[in-house]
């Protein structure tokens, strides 16, 4: 029986070549499985009018619905997806803390290229989500007065899990008690006058 080859390659636009994806060719059980770069290739597929489909695509992704393709003897059949998927997210979350004034709160969290923003709140955490995965920078503003920034931290975000990001800030610790001088006045009938300013 005259046989042909199905081949091609399934990819994404937001996630590049997709692996490991199951391509049927029907009728018949002509399977075969994407590679690494997204390509596959069927051999041995009898001639004729065939439907190609995708299954066992990463959850974020649609399946792109089948396709008809005309298998010949001899030659490859030449049969490309494209996939849309939603872009993968992840979470940052940490915490703001000085080692002088403790938990900062209302410090704004800001993730680039991002979008992303958020502020600590009494305990000096935080959490943004829906950051997209790969190399974010965070940083930090609205610190106290007495607060040096401590600049930016680059993570990589993964889809699914919380990145963690902890800031240390180094801060001016409030004066303890109060600055005060004390004067004397000059003795007179047995009494001394003390008067204390503070400052």
């Known amino acids: 029986e005259p046989v042909g080859t199905v081949a091609g390659t399934v990819s994404s636009p937001q996630l590049g070549a997709l692996a ?115 190399s974010q920078t965070v940083a930090l503003s609205n610190l106290p007065a007495t607060c040096t920034n401590p600049g930016s931290q680059t993570a990589t975000v993964s889809s699914g899990v919380p990145t963690t990001v902890n800031f240390t800030v180094s801060c001016t610790a409030p004066p303890q008690g109060y600055q005060y001088t004390a004067t004397w006045g000059p003795i007179s009938g047995g009494q001394v006058q003390l008067t204390l300013r503070i400052d």
């Not at 041995?44 to 990463?58: D, E, M, Y």
């Not at 396709?67 to 915490?95: K, L, R």
């Not at 959490?127 to 997209?132: D, L």
């Open 20 to 134: 490991g994806v199951l391509v049927t060719v029907t009728p018949g059980a002509f399977i075969g499985t994407t590679n690494a770069s997204g390509a596959y290739s069927i051999g041995g597929v009898t001639v004729g009018a065939k439907t190609v489909a995708l299954s066992n695509l990463p959850a974020t992704c649609t399946d792109p619905g089948n396709q008809t393709a005309t298998v010949s003897s001899g030659v490859t059949t030449t049969v490309n997806f494209t996939v849309t998927c939603a872009e993968p997210v992840g979470t940052v979350a940490g915490t703001v803390s000085s080692p002088q004034l403790g938990a900062l709160s209302d410090v704004m969290v800001t993730v680039t290229p991002g979008p992303g923003t958020g502020t600590t709140d009494a305990s000096g955490a935080y959490s943004i989500s829906g950051v997209p995965v790969g």
